[in-house]
């Protein structure tokens, strides 16, 4: 008989395709993982992964597992949200980065305002990591960059974040601005990981024949990023709003190129079904925070969408 410790450690590993992070995710050693996959192998009689020295995949069978494994995960998390629930009011909310850094406290202080027993509980990642979390019922709304994938409710709040090429003046002094693709490409730069939405593109000018090839440096957070731009390790492309103080400041500059990049858009997600009355109070609250934030301390973003939340998604 399956147990559910097996069937979960089955799931994230195909979503997280690393050990590692399984462990960390589920709080527990990468052994007890290791463990927990070759007991379930045992019990089928079948081998469930396919490992190579840089990735991890699923056999037909082990595929097979994991669907009904999301199926018991998810139900599982559910329950826990609803026991939860009832002996304490908690509002879960994903961001991605760039509202964690901008108007995201601002949030969390307004919805206190209006609900000051809610217990408010942050989630900061990557969209696809909070599109996981949100789908599993871990978190009830999440703020994202959006692409084609999303399969959640969204909302009518979309954000347009400025994108630009930031430097210690040290740095960008002597260059003539704006850069072109050479120029830039010439420079240490410092990159996203690659679970970021911003890392392609970056990746995909700078592999263009007509560009230099330099010192590249790598990044395991935007807030990693930030503190190198600001130790003067290069130059990177970033959401504007997130460093507007530290330009203003003189401690970055706002380095002007030819290589631009279309804003990020942002915007709200959340589970149908999952809407209550505290979720649309937060929606609500994330407007109004918004609203202030843009009008009163950023010039780098934009509200290009901004509706209240209907009753059909609630």
Same mark, same amino acid.
Request: proline share 4%.
């Given at each position: 008989?399956? $147990?559910?410790? +097996? ?16 462990? $960390?995710?589920?709080?527990?050693? %990468? ?11 045992? %019990?089928?009689? +079948? ?7 840089? #990735? ?9 597992? !994991? ?6 995960? $998810?139900? +599982?998390?559910?329950?826990?949200? #609803? ?52 789908? !599993? ?39 003539? %601005? ?66 507007? @103080? ?38 609500? !609250?994330?407007?109004? !925070? ?16 901004? @509706? ?7």
């Amino acid at each position: 008989m399956f $147990n559910f410790k +097996q069937l979960e450690a089955l799931y994230w590993l195909r979503e997280l395709q690393s050990f590692g992070k399984v462990a $960390n995710r589920l709080h527990v050693t %990468q052994p007890a993982v290791s463990a927990r996959i070759a007991s379930l192998e045992s %019990q089928v009689g +079948q081998k469930l992964l396919e490992r190579t020295h840089s #990735s991890i995949s699923l056999t037909h069978l082990g595929e097979q597992i !994991a669907d009904h494994a999301e199926q018991i995960v $998810n139900a +599982q998390y559910v329950l826990l949200d #609803s026991i939860r629930r009832n002996e304490k009011s908690v509002l879960r909310m994903g961001m991605i980065g760039p509202v964690a850094l901008t108007w995201g406290r601002d949030l969390h202080d307004r919805i206190k305002e209006i609900e000051p027993d809610l217990e408010i509980e942050f989630s900061v990642g990557t969209s696809a990591e909070l599109e996981r979390e949100l789908k !599993a019922g871990s978190i009830d709304i999440a703020f994202v960059s959006m692409h084609t994938r999303q399969k959640q409710s969204s909302s009518d709040l979309a954000l347009a974040y400025d994108l630009g090429w930031v430097s210690t003046p040290g740095l960008a002094h002597g260059l003539t %601005q704006p850069l072109s693709l050479q120029d830039l490409s010439r420079q240490e730069l410092i990159m996203y990981p690659q679970t970021s939405p911003l890392y392609s593109p970056v990746h995909d000018i700078l592999m263009r024949p007509d560009a230099a090839h330099g010192i590249r440096h790598h990044a395991s957070s935007l807030t990693t990023m930030v503190e190198m731009l600001r130790l003067g390790y290069g130059f990177s492309m970033l959401a504007l709003a997130v460093v507007e @103080k530290d330009i203003d400041a003189g401690i970055l500059v706002d380095v002007k190129s030819d290589v631009t990049f279309p804003p990020l858009i942002v915007h709200c997600l959340f589970q149908t079904g999952h809407s209550r009355r505290p979720l649309r109070m937060a929606f609500e !609250a994330a407007r109004e !925070a918004v609203r202030a934030f843009v009008d009163t301390r950023t010039r780098f973003i934009r509200i290009v969408q901004d @509706k209240p939340i209907s009753a059909t998604n609630t």
